[in-house]
């Protein structure tokens, strides 16, 4: 006589006849090119059903030899280099390439280059968040955002054409300052796109932030904590995420960012809608420490005068024996930095932008190192997602905004 | 940064520290290859120092002196607020330092690219992948010695069968040499 | 840069110890120290007037251990050095640059610059002395950075660039010029001269390789000590006073002296310069490889300035034992044949071949019949040495013939009347392997059917000897130009010159001075060791050499005990100086920055 089966019994028991499916996790190979990822990495995802086992993510595709080039020109030829390396905020990196030199040399940068710095850092750092925000929608589905990020973004690069001759690869800074000082009429023009650029932000917020999609695909997905995250060496706006309050504008200000009050947003559970609305806040705060940066500023000079660093004005180069001297060694030869080694910091929008310089006293450096936060964040891209659907893999990329350039130099 | 702590740390460790100072406002502490884990260890876990923040090692070649590269390892503490940086120098007859992924997950693709431009092995945690480059790459590019321009070997085209892709090597044709890799347009099509 | 150093210790722990105590750290300067201390970068956060061991000891004590030296102490840096030595040679032993431009340390002392000057413990109060002239004195304190000090080499610098014309576009010294590099270094403040400049002579023609600009003098009058002391032809002459002062040779004379291209090296500015250099290279352009001259048998030391393979210029390299710091203009002009008219590929008849081919059928035709090995005194020890064992052992023969350049005059200074480098180095290869020297004229007497030309440096005319030639069955040449008697010879193998191989000249004391490869030669030319040993290997020898130094640790066994007193083949005179050349355009294979690393050689095996 077969044995009842309970209809309420759901659990096979072991000699029941079962056929055993042999199963294997799938590999497949989210590819350099892919709609979905934020540039050229390419991701060999095992997966079973649809949640991933293992991820192992290739960089490399974008790798220029940036260190290399580096030690083999001069000091302020290194400058085009840096502006390539987080292309999305270049005057981040070329400020924070240019602190470190000031640093190991020594110098003090007057007053309005300091605020000029600022001003810039942060005119980029909005259009990082743009970008990151507006491509966090764009690839959960909804277009509308990403091109409203895009028009917001543009009127930011008319401005700061304007100030550097350049959208994106600026080259603005000089060893000692800023190359130029700000152009006529620029501060109104730029206050009047500050308000257009919230209005946008704000339709960015009205589209995202409350909505259901967005809110499922982002709440909970590539959660990290804080003591993973600190341990991965996260920084920026995915270790605020996880609730760790680390800012290098507020832990160790440089530039104005002690004049300036400003908030820095931390979130409560370490998952993508958190960085996506640390982002959307740290626009407000960026917006809000340009206006004071206006009303702070006092005009000046916008570089040292010392022509051990910096190129002398052409008058005096093509007058007299002291200016052509000053160009003539700058130019082949090369600032001579004195020999040392320094570490530097800034907070760029993707987290701390460590600078490692080595200098043996010539005019070339002898080491550039970058320490680009994407690294570590890509890094942990793996510790994130394990687990969880291939789908939560999309915003969670996109939430770590890794930029080629600086993660593969 | 204080120079409190990096007594602190000296005095803990008397055979491992080399040098300690401070330059333009960084404490650098040099210590010995072999004591570098547990150096770690003690920065991040003692109270005090709590450097738990691992910011970045790179590698820097001094290729006139003995020994040849120095790994830097540059440390951050969140509760302290202090950076640190230790450094390790690492012969190049025998270029293989303790890893310290054990110590901070962080470090582990630093590490890789210390191997992939340097060429410095990190023992305790399986074989080392290149970063950036691609693995058949030969040399190790940061390195002085290595011209900025080199030149490298054409890789074989691997034997990859995809239906989708059209001519390409496929049953019966020569094999991919080195020096003379077959055209697409001179193999048969294989359908 | 520091060859063995391991990470040094911190000043003031105990050495005997290391890591016993608790290790001191210390907390270093922020501000920038010397830029000259040489430390690798970091090491100097060490007060840079720490000095790891030496403790400065009692007076007394220190005269005890340096008995005959006296002992100083410059910028807190103590040294002991030899009665009577300024106070600026002092400070080079330190690893002290005080900044000058009049003196020389091979010409008298003028102290007219006032670049030098320090402050010491004995001088008259409130004065400041030039360290080139004053001696150094026991016990003596000098300070060379202190604001006092710095602010005089500031202000001499400015009041030098007064009335400088805005040159240094067209300067062809800017990249080596003193005001450039001092300007950066003691005075980078802009100009606060409002006038017009004072306006002297141009292009002044001091001679036919020798143009002045009054303009750009400086008044160090370290030309005008030269002529006199050194090239015994007191021509120029310091004329006029105050803004006035120029430069000039004195009325009727001109400067006909062989040692009048050194003043162009001398002038720390451009004042002085060689025609023959003129707007040809940029100095910063130009890597120095150190060499040796091919001019005479002294074989002056030199640097070979070159860029992208083409020599520019030699200048002196300072040897006290052979040539101090000077070379002769007949030396000088010698880089021309370096790369004029060169024979670069490998010829059978008129026809250029594969250097494989070549090397084929030069052994045939040496194979049958009496050879007759012609060695001239510019090849090198090594192809010497490889000509030699080519001869002895490939070719069977018993004599070989010394040709060279004929000889011309001499003079009492640098100059000799043999103008090849490397007589007495072929003569003691000879010896090596038993082979007779015969003279020149013992060439005609010979009944050899073939020629092996190791050079084509003859001393009679080449086309009296390229028909000479014409009387003999089969010539091989290993030739560098591409004389007549190159084209007159059956097989021409391309040699490279000194510049484009390494190895090592004997000069006429029996000094063997080691040169270094400049620049790879151009097409198929290779080292004359190498064609020797092809040949050889041709011929059925099993000898096989990938480098000079390969042949030399070989062969080098048989010449005759102390020929050459220590030398050391291993140690090359110092390395390269790095030029600040930006990447040259069109390399495929780049360099790292300042290091001017070779495409190696192509080995024997890959002729075969």
Known sequence: MPEKHDSTESRVTENALEARLPTKTMSINMGPSHPASHGTVRFNIELDGETIVKLDPEIGFLHRGFEKSCENVTWQQCLPYTDRLNYVSALCNNFGFLTAIEKLAGIEIPERAKYIRTIGAEMHRLCDHLTCTAAMGMELGGFAPFLYGMEARELLWDRIAELTGARVTTSYGRIGGVEKDLPEGWVQKVKDTLVKVEEFRQEIDQLLTLNRLFIDRTRDTGVISAEDAVDFGFTGPMLRASGVPYDVRKAHPYWVYDRVEFKVPIGTRGDNFDRYYIRMQEMVESISIINQCFEQMEPGPHIIEDWRYVMPPKPQVYSTIEGVIGHFKLVMEGVKIPKGEVYSYTESPNGELGWYLVSDGSGRPYKVHCRAPGIQLVSGLEHMVKGSMLPDLIPTFDAINMIGGEVEQ | MSVEQLQRIAERFPDAVVEGYTLHGDETLVIKRENLVEVAQFCKNEPGLEFKLPLSVTCVDYIDEKPRFELVYTLYSITTGHHLRLKVRVPEEDPVAPSTIGVWRGMDWWERYCWDMYGIRFSGRGPMRRLWMYEEFEGFPLRKDYPLRGRQPLIPEADVRDIYRGPGPGPGSPPASRSNPPRPSQLPIVK | MTDEKKPSLPSGRDEATPGGSAPGIEKGPTTTPPADVAQRPGGEAKPATAVPNVAPASPAAQMQANPGMVNVTIDGIPVAVPPGTPIIEAAKAAGVNIPFYCYHAGLSIAANCRMCLVETSNSPPGKLVPSCQVPVAEGQKVTTNSPRVKEQQRAVQEFLLLHHPVDCSICDQAGECKLQDYYMEHDFRPS?????????????????????????????????????????????????????????????????????????????????????????????????????????????????????????????????????????????????????????????????????????????????????????????????????????????????????????????????????????????????????????????????????????????????????????????????????????????????????????????????????????????????????????????????????????????????????????????????????????????????????????????????
């Open chain 3, 192 to 608: 606060r001269f409002d006038m017009p400049k004072w306006m002297k002579n141009k292009r002044k023609d001091l001679s036919e390789s020798i143009t002045l600009d009054q303009e750009r003098c400086i008044m160090c009058t370290r030309c005008v000590r030269f002529m006199a002391e050194v090239a015994k032809e007191p021509v120029l002459g310091a004329f006029g006073r105050g803004q006035r002062e120029v430069i000039d040779v004195f009325p009727g004379k001109k400067m006909t002296s062989n040692y009048q291209g050194n003043v162009v090296d001398l002038c720390p500015v451009g004042a002085l310069t060689s025609k023959d250099f003129r707007f040809r290279a940029r100095a910063y352009f130009l890597t120095a490889t150190p060499s040796v001259c091919t001019g005479c048998a002294r074989g002056c030391n030199t640097f070979l300035d070159h860029f992208q393979g083409v020599p520019y210029r030699y200048r002196p390299r300072e040897n006290m034992d052979v040539n101090q710091y000077w070379m002769c203009d007949i030396g000088r002009r010698s880089y021309h044949e370096l790369y004029e008219e060169r024979v670069s590929t490998a010829r059978v008849g008129n026809a250029r071949v594969a250097p494989a081919e070549a090397v084929r059928v030069a052994a045939e035709k040496l194979k049958g019949g009496p050879v007759a090995v012609v060695v001239s005194p510019v090849l090198s020890l090594e192809d010497a040495l490889a000509v030699m064992l080519l001869a002895r052992e490939g070719l069977g023969a018993r004599e070989i013939f010394l040709s060279g350049r004929a000889d011309g005059e001499g003079d009492d200074f640098l100059l000799r009347p043999d103008r090849n480098p490397n007589r007495k180095g072929v003569e003691l290869a000879a010896q090596a392997f038993g082979l007779t020297v015969r003279g020149w004229n013992d060439l005609g007497k010979t009944k050899a059917k073939s020629v092996l030309l190791a050079g084509v440096e003859v001393p009679v005319a080449d086309d009296q000897f390229a028909s000479w030639l014409g009387n003999v069955d089969a010539v091989v040449a290993l030739a560098s130009n591409d004389t007549p008697v190159a084209r007159a010879a059956h097989v021409v193998l391309p040699l490279a010159t000194h510049a484009e191989t390494e190895g090592t000249f004997v000069n006429f004391e029996g000094r063997a001075q080691r040169f270094l490869p400049a620049y790879p030669g151009r097409d198929d030319v290779m080292a004359g060791w190498y064609w020797a040993t092809a040949i050889g290997a041709e011929l059925g020898l099993a000898y096989r050499y990938a480098s000079a130094r390969e042949v030399w640790v070989e062969q080098s066994k048989r010449l005759p005990a102390g020929a050459l007193g220590d030398f050391d083949w291993d140690k090359t005179p110092r390395n390269r100086l790095k030029g600040v050349t930006p990447l040259p355009g069109g390399t495929v294979d780049g360099r790292p920055a300042g290091w001017r690393q070779l495409v190696p050689l192509k080995t024997p095996t890959s002729a075969a």
